[in-house]
């Protein structure tokens, strides 16, 4: 049974730092890849992150690249999302998601089979 925890959400001001984990259980990273998803109120959920299960390979949506980095630890069994130079655009719940193999199609959330319960980000001033 896959399960996936996420941590480190919170309230903080235009340009700040977060950092989320996502503890995932019953899987291994080498054998599922992990991606990050956020919803805003009234907005569909959409991908904006994923680490490849073989290689670790990274991937962006566009509206984070250059300020966001996604990485983990294998021996933790964990996932994060750095997250620095936040924007009240970036405002959200945080999701983190696993499917087996790679990140094909990371951006869809039909593709991801198990879910962590959201942390609430909030950048505003």
């Known amino acids: 049974q896959v399960q996936l925890v996420e941590s480190g959400g919170g309230s903080v001001q235009p340009g700040a730092s977060l950092r989320l984990a996502c503890l995932v259980s019953?899987?291994?990273?080498?054998?599922?890849?992990i991606a990050w998803f956020r919803q805003a109120p009234g907005k569909e959920r959409d991908g904006i992150s994923c680490?490849?299960?073989?290689?670790?390979?990274?991937y962006y949506e566009d509206s984070v690249k250059g300020r966001f980095t996604i990485s983990r630890d294998i021996a933790a069994n964990t996932v994060y999302l750095q997250m620095n130079r936040l924007k009240p655009e970036d405002t959200a719940v945080y999701y983190c998601?696993?499917?087996?193999?790679?990140?094909?199609?990371?951006?869809?959330?039909?593709?991801?089979?198990?879910w962590g319960q959201g942390t609430q980000v909030t950048v505003s001033s």
């Open positions: 998601a696993a499917k087996a193999n790679s990140c094909s199609g990371y951006g869809s959330p039909a593709r991801f089979q198990d």
């Open positions: 019953g899987v291994t990273l080498d054998s599922y890849s």
């Open positions: 680490i490849s299960n073989n290689y670790g390979n990274t």
